[in-house]
Each structure stands twice: as C-alpha cells, then as structure tokens.
C-alpha cells in the first residue's frame, strides 16, 4: 500500500497568514500515460463530512476559494491557504486515488494562531 | 445537485452485524463507482470499500476484508454496506462517496452514519 505522510500534525497561523501543508507518498503517484498526479486535498471541519478541495494535484474544486492551492509531483506535495480565515479552522487530509487501496495522510490539524 | 443519505447505523455487541445503506440521488447512480469510508473517533480517514458502476468489481481495505460487503441496488440507487463479526475497533462514522468523473477523488460525501461496537 502507498503510505502518505502530512507534515506538520499541527499548525497555528495569524489570520490573514499564510498556511502550508506537506504530503509525501511512498510511492510516485505520478501516472505516466496521462502525466497527472492522482492526489487530491480534503478539508475536514468539526460534525461535517469531508469536503473536495483539490485533485490531480493543483485543480481546485468548483466553488472552493481561491486561496486554496495545491503543487507538487511524484512523490512531494503542498496545500496552501495563501490567507488563513476563521472558517478554514479545520483537519486537512492529502488522498493518492493511483492505486488500490486508496490511502489518505493522517491528517494536519490547522487552527488560529 | 448530488444528495448521499446514509442510514443504518446504531450501537452493535461485539461480534454483531449491522447493514449500512447510502440512498443516491441527483445523479445517474449506475454510471458512478462508489466508496465507503470511516471515521473511528478522534482518527482519520480510512478508506473501507469500492464497488464499479456495474457492481462487476468489489475492493475491501484488509481490515474489511472477510467480514464486510460492499453491494449496490442500480434501480434503486441505493449502495450498501454489510458489516459482520464486528469489532471495538469498527466503532467510526461511516461515509459513502461519490467517485469523481475521472478519478477515484471523492467530490461528493454524505452526512454519515454511526456504528459503535460496545458490549
């Protein structure tokens, strides 16, 4: 199974700051034939079902702010909020959908410095 | 737009069964894959099961493999989820999820169901 490692657990930023997550794969999950990075990005927020921000690595879901954005390739990945708000408070998980089974990280816990 | 209803859950002995269901609508069901995924309290996301739009193909996370069943009825838009010899440790809130139109991204989850496992 490809293992996903988030870094940090946790982090504390300023509102208005900016918050950036790391997500490692043990594996590439880069496939070749299309060239895209099967890994997306959820935000999980206290009492609510997962919510989609990100696939293929950088494409942002339809209606998530633009102060979301994701980069990487192969095997390093990066979620950034470009501006922490009080409502993206929350547990943020990275997903590689490249193989069976698909594996979430661990989750990094985001809260308001 | 996409709704995912699930039921069935509730507290369970050790050892016991339960059957989860995720009603679909706003979408056509039998062209879609779907997933369970769990919850265990103060966890993270764990990836459960994955069953084709046809139902021709079914995949279990080891921890389901052997006690639990993935099915879909396509007429009715309904997925399940059939849990046995269940354990403390299936104890979770337990989500079905939409695949996405080209990938196994997850763009549409539902409110979830509880299962806990407690003598």
């Known amino acids: 199974d490809i293992v996903m490692t988030q870094s940090p657990d946790s982090l504390a930023v300023s509102l208005g700051e900016r918050a950036s997550i790391t997500c490692k794969s043990s594996q590439s999950v880069l496939y070749g034939s299309n060239n895209k990075n099967y890994l997306a990005w959820y935000q999980v927020k206290v009492g609510q079902p997962p919510k989609l921000l990100i696939y293929w690595a950088s494409t942002r879901e339809s209606g998530v702010p633009d102060r979301f954005s994701g980069s990487g390739s192969g095997t390093h990945f990066t979620l950034n909020i470009s501006s922490l708000q009080a409502e993206d408070v929350a547990v943020y998980y990275c997903q590689q959908y490249c193989r069976t089974p698909t594996t979430f990280g661990q989750g990094t816990k985001v809260e308001i410095k | 737009q996409v709704h995912l209803v699930e039921s069935g859950g509730g507290v369970v002995q050790p050892g016991g069964s339960l059957r989860l269901s995720c009603a679909a609508s706003g979408f056509t069901f039998s062209h879609y894959g779907m997933h369970w995924v769990r919850q265990a309290p103060g966890k993270g996301l764990e990836w459960v099961a994955f069953i084709r739009y046809d139902g021709s193909k079914q995949s279990y996370a080891d921890s389901a493999k052997g006690r639990f069943t993935i099915s879909r009825d396509n007429p009715k838009s309904t997925l399940y989820l059939h849990l046995n010899s269940l354990r403390a440790e299936d104890t979770a809130v337990y989500y079905c999820?939409?695949?996405?139109?080209?990938?196994?991204?997850?763009?549409?989850w539902g409110q979830g169901t509880r299962v806990t496992v407690s003598s």
């Open positions: 999820a939409k695949e996405g139109d080209f990938g196994d991204y997850l763009p549409y």
